[in-house]
């Protein structure tokens, strides 16, 4: 009787041929490439109905790995009537930040522990996704940084073209900021530097939009701490062509990997403010986060 199977896919599954014979051996073969495909699977999602004010609840991503490196998880309100998810930010409700979504105690590298900090009951939605990281991308160019409101007014963010944006207006002090965790396989030495993305709906001007990155030191300095710092010395761009996508290089750190001359080390944080400096541009500008990529080597 036949038990042969093919190889298929990209994953190379190992698929029992028709006509396999029924029983223990095909049982095992379907399993096993079942669990395969579990295994795979890089993503998961989690909706989360009628999470009152103050409560908590898991989810089991199980995916046994390092999360604060290892993971990105993104919070969207949830209609329970469509169906559809949008992001959570700082101007929705609830606030982004009224979610908390932790490790849970124990159950470190499998289990988040999602709380509702916001006065009411929400319903939300929750995607989480591997991306490790590595010594190129902080990330994969973007995918594991989120900006945030800054110290001073943030810009305000938009949809154009498909994509968010954020729009900063000449002459205002506007900020985003971030936390770029420093990968565990660097070994310094090495300039940090950020790769930003941003276009103006003027075809002439120039445009300057520069970073302020603080080192945030692994178990020696509060999140608060501002002691070091290191302002970026790229230079403002000059437009060419209405909506021209441009490329800037800000450094976050000297040529040998230190911040005001303190070796940046894996496990720390650099928290990175992107303002707008002193240019001639009159229109917003607009700064595309998704484009973000930070470089370690």
């Known amino acids: 009787m036949p038990t042969t199977s093919t190889v298929v896919g990209r994953s190379k599954l190992s698929h029992p041929d028709l006509g396999h014979d029924a029983g223990a051996a095909v049982h095992g073969k379907v399993r096993t490439a079942w669990t395969k ?3 795979d699977d890089g993503s998961r999602w989690y909706v989360i109905e009628n999470l009152n004010a103050a409560a908590s609840t898991d989810i089991d991503h199980n995916f046994k790995v390092v999360v604060e490196e290892e993971l990105q998880f993104i919070v969207y309100n949830y209609n329970t009537g469509s169906g559809e998810s949008v992001r959570l930010t700082e101007v929705t409700t609830p606030k982004l930040s009224e979610i908390d ?3 849970k105690a124990g159950l470190e590298t499998t289990v988040y522990e999602v709380t509702n900090n916001s006065a009411g009951q929400v319903d939300i939605s929750i995607a989480v996704k591997h991306v490790p ?13 989120t900006w945030s409101d800054g110290t001073g007014s943030p810009p305000i963010q938009n949809q154009e073209f498909g994509e968010t944006v954020y729009l900063y207006q000449s002459g205002l002090t506007q900020t985003l900021q971030v936390y770029l965790k420093v ?21 002439t001007l120039t445009v300057l939009l520069s970073t302020t ?7 020696t300095d509060a999140i608060t701490d501002v002691t070091n710092q290191h302002s970026s010395v790229n230079v403002a761009v000059t437009n060419t062509l209405v909506n021209k996508y441009t490329q800037i290089v800000c450094d976050l750190s000297d040529t040998a990997g230190a911040i005001n001359s303190v070796n940046v080390s894996a496990g720390d944080i650099i928290k990175v403010e992107l303002i ?3 240019d001639t541009d009159t229109a917003d500008t607009r700064f595309i986060p998704s484009a973000t990529e930070a470089t370690f080597i």
């Open 37 to 39: 495909l579990a295994d």
């Open 101 to 103: 979504v932790i490790p």
């Open 133 to 145: 990281f590595d010594l190129t991308g902080g990330g994969g160019g973007g995918a594991g940084l």
């Open 183 to 203: 990968p565990s396989g660097f070994a310094g030495g090495k300039q940090i530097n950020m790769r930003l993305a941003h276009y103006s709906p003027s075809a």
């Open 213 to 219: 990155a603080t080192l945030i030191r692994a178990g």
């Open 276 to 278: 707008r400096g002193t």
